[in-house]
């Protein structure tokens, strides 16, 4: 029972949506403002969830003294701060909370992301070779892109903007509709599976 | 130690070093390199501005993008919210992720101490933070009723009580949805939203992830966009041309130089603030990387095929 219950809430439901979007009728539109209606209350204590898991892990390695604990110690101290500031004080401008965002988040986000950058220098100069015809067009191809991006490109000659427009809406529009189709009915048949009870890693467990 | 082993062999530091000076020398020392706009922010321009002083309309901002893709969205976020305001058009923001609803205080902020007689609730609405959980819900609620189906503003005011809603129903008192996030989730706007609704969607992207938009622009299923730091670039130089002089978007005009140059001269200081002009100067930086990037490759590759050559040369010996 402890298997069959969930699997034929999934199938019920399943069948239910895929009959909301084929059958328009009230009777579907109805159920699905039942199911918003439930969401609503549902939807939020996923925070409760997820702020209490994080709670959990990172206790139990400052408790173990598990390697790296310190880091622990500092997410859950941000966790308790941030949340308390924002509380008592609000979140609005000018608040404790807003200078927790603009002085730590932002600079720590920006920095984590802007660290590509040189990832991608130095990858550029060391892995990207021209060893093959396709590794070639791809270097071209990329060459072409970035100068176009660029208003140097425009200066140099409008033919490389023009280029790049052509390689983004024709080949690269091509490729990413083909992987979207290829995603699309993989999904497709990933959620019948699910529905029919042949995927069941979702439940936890053993087969 | 020969050439080719020479560069092949280059010290990480040495690459760091000089990316680090492409980037900074040109936020230094400004280049004034020039912004060609292209179609896609066009579009969304000209989209945005067919709202312009119109009571029944908004547009909505989704800020479901986090403080790590700040440098690049940012801008879009203030561009849009002066062309907004310049021009008078309506705007509802929100946000699926928690440090959304910090970035929509601040940009608001921002943009609203140049806007003095902008007024929250009667020319914007904040809706804030909603839980990702509840986006499914949202999307297709506003689809029936935008006070119903997101409650409460920022502040926990009802909707439904406040002066902009007075002539917002549902999606057909939305110009469009500006999805600005450094993830798919314009795409969700897409199926959700436009697929039952018909509203029309438009995303602001990080740079890598612009080239996945290409095949709803053909589709028509967004009606424009904004791919990273440029897209931004070229929506500033948009707002400043056109929104600033209160003048109707012309294509013609957007793409002659010329007439661009000339009003440049006459615009007034705020838009010549520096938060206006973020993007124009950080793609002074780019233009530089991406040419010193090509010139990495090159050197890369010339390391490598003298390499090639000198291994044949002694397999043949």
Known sequence: MKRQIPLMIVLILGLLFVAHVFIPSKLSSDYLDWFMKWTKVIGPFAIVLGVFSLVLVHYNKIKRKAPNWGYSLVTLGALIV??????????????????????????????????????????????????SIEATVLLVAAIIVMLGRVSIGQAITHWIPDITEWILNVPNLAAKRGIALGVGLGMTATSLKIMLGIERSYLGGRD | MKFADRIQKVDR???????????ILPLVFRLGLKTYTTTPVEDLYRHIDAAAGKDDMAIIMDFTHDPGVLP?????????LRHCFQRNIKVFTISFLPQGAAIIQLALSEVKEDYPNIEANVDYCNFGFKPWSLKL???????????????????????????????????????????????SMGQFWVTYARAKFGVDVAVGLTAVMAADVYPFLQTGQFVGSLGGLKGAAEYEQLVDIFAMNNTEFSKKNARNMAWVEAQYKELPELAKLYKYNKARIGMDAQAIVHVLIILFIILGNIGYFLDQRAQKKKFVK
């Open chain 2, 72 to 80: 690049e969205l940012y801008p879009m976020d203030l561009a849009i």
């Open chain 2, 13 to 23: 530091r040495i690459i760091y070093g000089i990316l680090a000076l492409a980037v």
């Open chain 1, 82 to 131: 941030t949340t308390a500031v924002g509380f008592i004080w609000g979140i609005q401008e000018g608040t404790p909370y807003m200078w927790i965002f603009k002085n730590f988040n932002v600079p720590l986000g920006a920095t984590m992301f802007s660290l590509l950058a040189f990832y991608i220098a130095s990858a550029a100069y060391k892995a990207f070779r021209a060893r």
């Open chain 2, 137 to 183: 819900p949202i999307m297709l609620g506003m689809g029936d009723d935008i006070a119903e189906a997101v409650e409460t503003n920022s502040e926990g005011l009802k909707l439904e009580n406040l002066p902009i809603m007075q002539n917002m129903k549902n999606y057909d008192n939305i110009q469009v949805v500006v999805e600005i996030s450094g993830s």
